[in-house]
């Protein structure tokens, strides 16, 4: 499609004069990634000039627009596999004049309207926070206030900069003892670590990391909990170890997300670079980029599959990235995220949704999109009620 075929679809579509078929071909264009270029360039175009022309777009007016969309019944889903949907989502994004989320389920009607139901509470999204368990039990807490040396521990001092990124750096006046550390974040916290030996360390909500101030010995040995995504330094003379649940990851240098929640019944290794070895037991996989171990807490066979990257890395990202999944693992990710309870009344909702939305929203900005699905929320304070919709 030509460059100035997609202008005159945007243009008709933004003056509402485009026709059924107008919008499908718009919308096929917006979902094909060798568009995304051409899209973002005129996107941001008309973005600009809209709002040089007016005034920024309040909530009610994006809401509404989004209604519009959504009654029309229009999904756009990513396309497994490949790299450009995340252009093409925040194409989209911009198409529907939300700049920070859309949302879709393979549960749509034509004709299905989204109540709007104001929420009395305002539960904002997580944020940089930890704590730090030292040796001696103490803790410290972290956020981007606490900034400068925190501890010096045998032969590494700890530094929290304003990036709320904790380092452990080389501190050569003192001995190499085998010094053990923690770092976890709450629900509704995320932070990032850098070893001793420069590996980076990113940590998800409700999650955890065991590490030693400085490595020693033959091999570089952490345990996790919950979400960590790991960028190993490479060290072929000291391989890297994570266990986790019952399993062991092997790697000499390479990228690669973790997910061993308690609460989800499949601990996943999802590699991004190099090479890794998942092991259980005496069985084990060998992992090549974008494909993902998963390991049954049933006792089940390991088993190995192709994924979408962007999908699995998301929540690094700083969106969710849900694909056909059900409500119970949706809840249980905006659980860990914004810090709440989620309770179920009635009969469960059975649907499977899809869906990219910002972790950078208000929990009522979330809930209100994920209504077009056939879902209701209440929120009591830090709980929420799901129902299924009527």
Known sequence: MHKARLAYLLSIYFNKTATTAEVDELME?????????????????????????????????????????????????????????????????IVLFIGSYYWTSNRMSTNENIAEQPTPHVIKPGGN????????????????????????????????NSSSILAYGANKSSTGELIYNTLS??????????LSDGTKVWL?????????????????????????????????????????????????????????????????????????????????KILKPGIQALIPDDGATMKTEAVDVDEEMAWKNGWFNFNSWDIQRIMRQISRWYDIDVVYEGKMPTGHYSGIVSRENNISQVLQIMKAGGVEFKIEDRKIIVSEGH
């Open 185 to 194: 974040t709450p629900r509704g916290g995320q932070y990032c670590l850098v």
């Open 29 to 93: 264009a917006v979902a094909d990634s060798q568009h995304d270029e051409e899209l973002k360039s005129l996107l941001t175009e008309l973005w600009e000039q809209h709002q040089s022309h007016h005034q920024p777009i309040s909530k009610e007016k994006g809401n509404e627009t989004l209604r519009a969309i959504l009654q029309q019944g229009k999904v756009l889903k990513p396309v497994t596999g490949k790299k450009h949907w995340w252009p093409a989502a925040a194409a989209a994004a």
């Open 204 to 284: 998800n909500a409700n999650s955890s990391i065991r590490f030693p101030a400085t490595f020693n010995g033959d091999t570089r040995s952490v345990s996790i909990k919950g979400e960590v995504y790991f960028e190993v330094a490479k060290n072929k003379a000291k391989p890297f170890l994570v266990t986790a649940k019952e399993a062991t990851i092997t790697v000499l240098g390479t990228h690669f997300n973790i997910m061993a929640y308690e609460d989800e019944n499949v601990m996943t290794t999802t590699l991004l670079e190099g090479a890794v070895k998942v092991s259980k037991g005496d069985k084990f």
């Open 129 to 160: 926070k930890a704590v730090l368990t030292l040796a001696d039990g103490s803790h410290i807490e972290l956020d981007s206030s606490r900034e400068g040396v925190l501890t010096t521990q045998g032969s590494a001092v700890v530094v929290n």
